[in-house]
């Protein structure tokens, strides 16, 4: 089966961002995304990628990029069309917020979105994908060939914990505290063809493992493996899946500037010839769960042989190294966010310090709420201040 891989011409961008729906008096989901989308026509129905559109749930609202090629112009769009988005839905008494899950509503309280796709998912998978009320963003990075992508996403698998923590933004589930750094990682992860990206040899291994999922009749259509991180043929990318849901537009930046550099850093090494890192598997999905339980606490394994290291220092290396690459990209600045995230929190402990404070799950909804329209962290004495 041949794949054909539609190149791009470097590093471009573009980001998925899923945005909750919630009821300003209530703060519980609202499941009314085709009331809001109708109300938006210019943007929810232009051409076959419009910047906002249905994701599974009702509760739900993806606004999605175009092509952009900095990470200020991607910031730009999402603004853009995010500014639009809040007027529609605060004329119906929706706010909007984005964190992996939402700490109060309950899942079996969800409305499917009206989409024949997401009618088969559920047909097929049942209570797995009923429960998928989970928020997260996706960022496609271009890729100069697809001889390329497979051993791209073999590298970029040995930050899937460094993904995950910085963003990870759902310890509660249904009222409770799971005890996780992201639930979110769990619930969708449990899909057949999600979790990890399985490390293989080269554009061709791809193919025929494409080849024999649908024959096999595991899939209908490539679109439907959903790896932490994935090839995408369709728009010449590398995405990267694994980003829980990111409550602030500085943080949305951060993780598409993370990328960028990452994927840059490697099609230079691959230019020189270099061969890249590929972790063996063990690692990868023992390094995910470590991140998933732990966020920024995690103890990462840093070599096959099972060598560990703090992930927060790992993340500060990490940092340093691809500082050179992100000022040539122009997203120095926005790289440094992560460094602002290990100092003052990453989202799940954010929300867990509110509640530690004697904070309600609905401050918390609150916080989420200011942080995404003010573009800054919220702590528990602003949220409660504002609601006395």
């Not at 109300?39 to 910047?51: I, K, Q, V």
């Not at 530690?356 to 573009?375: M, P, R």
């Given at each position: ?5 539609n ?52 509760s ?56 024949r ?94 080849d ?31 980003f ?25 090494q ?30 990462v ?53 509110i ?34």
């Open positions: 089966m041949a794949i054909d891989f190149a791009s011409d470097g590093a471009t961008l573009g980001v998925e961002w899923e945005i909750q729906l919630v009821d300003a008096e209530t703060r519980h989901l609202r499941q009314d995304a085709r009331e809001v989308l109708a109300a938006l026509p210019s943007l929810s129905e232009n051409g076959d990628n419009p910047p906002v559109r249905h994701e599974l749930m009702e739900t609202v993806e606004v999605v990029t175009g092509i952009r090629h900095t990470v200020a112009e991607a910031k730009a769009d999402l603004a853009g069309t995010l500014t639009a988005l809040r007027a529609a839905a605060a004329d119906r008494g929706i706010a909007l917020a984005c964190t992996g899950t939402h700490p109060i509503s309950d899942w079996r309280d969800a409305v499917m979105a009206p989409t796709r997401y009618a088969e998912l559920i047909e097929e998978m049942q209570w797995l994908a009923r429960r998928i009320q989970t928020f997260g963003v996706h960022v496609h990075v271009g890729v100069s060939a697809g001889a390329r992508a497979i051993p791209i996403v073999n590298a970029l698998s040995a930050y899937l914990p460094h993904f995950l923590a910085l963003t990870a933004s759902s310890p509660f589930w249904k009222g409770s505290d799971t005890g996780l750094a992201s639930s979110r990682a769990i619930v969708f992860g449990q899909l057949p063809t999600a979790g990890p990206p399985h490390l293989l040899d080269d554009w061709a291994a791809f193919e025929d493992y494409m024999t999922l649908l024959r096999s009749g595991t899939i209908r259509s490539i679109k439907e493996v959903w790896w932490d991180i994935r090839p995408h043929p369709d728009f010449g990318t590398v995405e990267i899946r694994m829980d849901g990111i409550p602030t537009m500085r943080e949305v930046g951060m993780a598409v500037a993370l990328c960028q550099s990452l994927v840059t850093l490697f099609e230079q691959l230019d020189r010839g270099y061969t890249l890192p590929r972790p063996a598997a063990w690692v990868v999905r023992d390094n995910k769960w470590r991140a998933t339980r732990y966020g920024l606490d995690a103890i394994i840093t070599d096959d042989t099972g060598s560990t290291a703090p992930l927060r220092d790992d993340l500060y290396e990490l940092i340093r190294e691809l500082e050179p690459v992100a000022d040539r990209l122009g997203c120095a600045e926005e790289l440094k966010v992560a460094g602002e995230v290990l100092e003052h929190g990453a989202p799940y402990e954010r929300q867990r310090a509640r530690a404070e004697g904070g309600t799950l609905e401050n918390i909804v609150d916080a989420a709420v200011t942080e995404l329209a003010e573009d800054r962290f919220v702590t528990l004495g602003e949220v409660a201040h504002a609601g006395a």
